[in-house]
């Protein structure tokens, strides 16, 4: 057995670091794995960290090859926690949000129940690079449901993560639980593993006209998330790469928080559509 795992481990490294890659060689090859081991011991093998200290799957995000990255996913039932972070990190080294997406990396499990208990559809999270020279991207986001989700949810918070910059970031709306006035926050930061940053970003709501025969549309809610407004330098994320917490720098903060407003509860608010889907966009220039 130690002979066949040997062999397989080899033919799967060729797939995923080999220069002369040909994507019509993955099936066969990895059909060839499937063939010498047990369902689970393939599996077991394509989620440890065995090539090079990272798992297959990484090597075949970060060297570009989906065809193998899928073909091995077939054989996965679930990830474990190691190779979910490494995942995580294959996506933020290429800055891959939509693979980020697919894999299901930043979805919450409790926050997923909810929403089905709820019976509210997906959200939608399209990050764009506007001008990779300088810096900018933006985030498209469609929150369904958002108030109702608000207000059911258990902890007082809804949070979501993307992938820009090279980066792994969080988003949520948050109402403090030190706060006396009752009013949601919106907050950003970085996630682990993602290098500090330099931010300055606006997260701009738009707004729904709810009169009819307006004569011109609402104006959209611009809620500030920049370091210019802010007595520190950098952003820090909320762990070091190997899971410890940070003992912060001077000058550098996890997070920047805003007050969203006293809308948020509002029935009749202007920010969600009549279905209640709150549409934002998040302005983001790295500096």
Known sequence: MKQKRAAVLSRIRDIVLAP???????TPNV???????PAAELANILTQLNIEGHTALYWAIVNNRPQALWAFNKFISCYSLVCTSDLRIACMITSDHPMFTQLNL????????????????????????CDELTN??????????????????????????????GRIWW???RKPIVSSNGIWHAEIGLCQHSEPARLNAVLLIEAHSRKPGRATPPEALKIPLSLTDTQFLALAPWKSP?????VLPSKMTWGISKELGNWV?????EY?????????KLEMTLL
Not at 242 to 246: A, K, L, P
Not at 265 to 269: A, G
Request: aromatic share 10%; net charge positive; glycine share 6%.
């Open 20 to 26: 002369n890659f040909t994507p019509s060689s993955v």
């Open 31 to 37: 059909n060839a794995c499937a063939a010498a081991l």
């Open 106 to 129: 930043g979805h919450r499990s409790e926050q997923v129940r909810l929403r089905g208990l709820l019976g509210c559809p997906p959200d939608e999270i399209q990050v764009n690079t």
């Open 136 to 165: 900018q991207f933006n985030v498209v986001l469609r929150i369904r449901m958002f108030q109702k989700r608000l207000r059911t949810a258990p902890e007082k918070l809804w949070y979501y993560e993307f992938v820009t910059g």
């Open 171 to 173: 988003l949520r709306f």
């Open 242 to 246: 190997e899971g410890i917490d940070y």
């Open 265 to 269: 509860m509002h029935n009749t608010t």
């Open 272 to 280: 969600v559509d009549h279905e209640g889907t709150l549409h934002a």
